[in-house]
């Protein structure tokens, strides 16, 4: 079965760290391009960090030099370190799988359960 | 950046009524959307890619329509199942959500 588990979430004060991770079966993680998005509570979806099946990574603006996505492919999964958080990186962190159809990326087709980052003193 | 913009923001329906939601991109994104259903506690599930390709296992009556800057997605008969709150996304440039449509029991 294709699935994403995401672990890691919880409470962390503000200027704290966080990682989070996402476990991939039925695929495998190195073959395709993954991302996190996350969901503030009572609010829309916003796409944080994408990683390439090579080694490339994009970020939004609000968590460049923040945030690091990384990819351990002994382990199939995917890692989001979050470094210097901010009460506005509250939410719910999703972890998705970017498809590809004739080599040209598409919609974020696989999603994880999600996990709940709560920054806060 | 581009930016999604979908209306209404909120749809009061009833079962069997044909429900449409548009959304809008700020610059032409061909046919690079995306429509996306989620539920309260939910990860968002994957309905519509490539503006109107429906993704396997989701139901003939949800549809996607346009190209360029606008786009819809239609329900033909709305079922129980079907309340949820419904995002648009592009994939042009980077990846834009729309801010959501709510689709509520009339």
């Known amino acids: 079965e294709v699935q994403l588990v995401e672990t890691g979430g919880g409470l962390i004060q503000p200027g704290g760290s966080l990682r989070l991770s996402c476990a991939a079966s039925?695929?495998?993680?190195?073959?395709?391009?993954m991302g996190w998005v996350r969901q503030a509570p009572g609010k829309g979806l916003e796409w944080v960090s994408v990683i390439y099946s090579g080694a490339g990574s994009y970020y939004r603006d609000s968590v460049k030099g923040r945030f690091t996505i990384s990819r351990d492919n002994s382990k199939n999964t995917v890692y989001l370190q979050m470094n210097s958080l901010r009460a506005e990186d509250t939410a719910v962190y999703y972890c998705?799988?970017?498809?590809?159809?004739?080599?040209?990326?598409?919609?974020?087709?696989?999603w994880g359960q999600g996990t709940m980052v709560t920054v806060s003193s | 950046d581009i930016q999604m913009t979908q209306s209404p923001s909120t749809l009061s329906a009833s079962v069997g009524d044909r429900v449409t939601i548009t959304c809008r991109a700020s610059?032409?994104?061909?046919?690079?959307l995306a429509w996306y259903q989620q539920k309260p506690g939910k990860a968002p599930k994957l309905l519509i890619y490539k503006a109107s390709n429906l993704e396997s296992g989701v139901p003939s009556r949800f549809s996607g329509s346009g190209s360029g800057t606008e786009f819809t997605l239609t329900i033909s008969s709305l079922q129980p199942d079907d309340f949820a709150t419904y995002y648009c996304?592009?994939?042009?440039?980077?990846?834009?959500f729309g801010q959501g449509t709510k689709v509520e029991i009339k």
């Open positions: 610059q032409s994104i061909s046919s690079w």
């Open positions: 039925g695929f495998t993680v190195s073959n395709n391009y």
């Open positions: 996304q592009q994939y042009n440039h980077y990846w834009t």
């Open positions: 998705a799988r970017i498809s590809e159809v004739g080599g040209i990326l598409d919609a974020f087709d696989i």
